[in-house]
Nanobody, 127 residues
């Protein structure tokens, strides 16, 4: 049974940090490209970052570049997103997702564009 479970979200003040995790099971974690996608209140899905199967290739949306870091631990079947210097505009539900082969588009209209996805974790940046 395929499962992706995000954790680590919460309430943080502007300028603060959070680390999100995505624990996966039910498939071979290391064979997939992994993504973080977010959805702010009242807005559509926004692609945030992607990491290659071995972790050597990463890309970021301009809105998070230099502040967020995606990483993975294939031995632990876990994906991470380290978020620093958080801003109010980072407030969103964050989803992890994967695909067997890279999805090159950064336009996300539905999580079903990916092979598997989680239920999301809420991140709220507010003073």
């Amino acid at each position: 049974q395929v499962q992706l479970v995000e954790s680590g979200g919460g309430l943080v003040q502007p300028g603060g940090s959070l680390r999100l995790s995505c624990a996966a099971s039910g498939f071979t974690f290391s064979k997939y490209w992994w993504y973080w996608v977010r959805q702010a209140p009242g807005k559509g899905l926004e692609w945030v970052s992607v990491i290659s199967t071995a972790g050597g290739i990463t890309y970021y949306a301009d809105s998070v570049k230099g502040r967020f870091t995606i990483s993975r631990d294939n031995a632990k079947n876990t994906l991470y997103l380290q978020m620093n210097s958080l801003k109010s505009e980072d407030t969103a539900v964050y989803y992890c997702a994967n695909s067997r082969y890279i999805r090159t588009t950064v336009v996300v209209t539905a999580l079903s564009q990916y092979d598997n996805w989680g239920q999301g974790t809420q991140v709220t940046v507010s003073s």
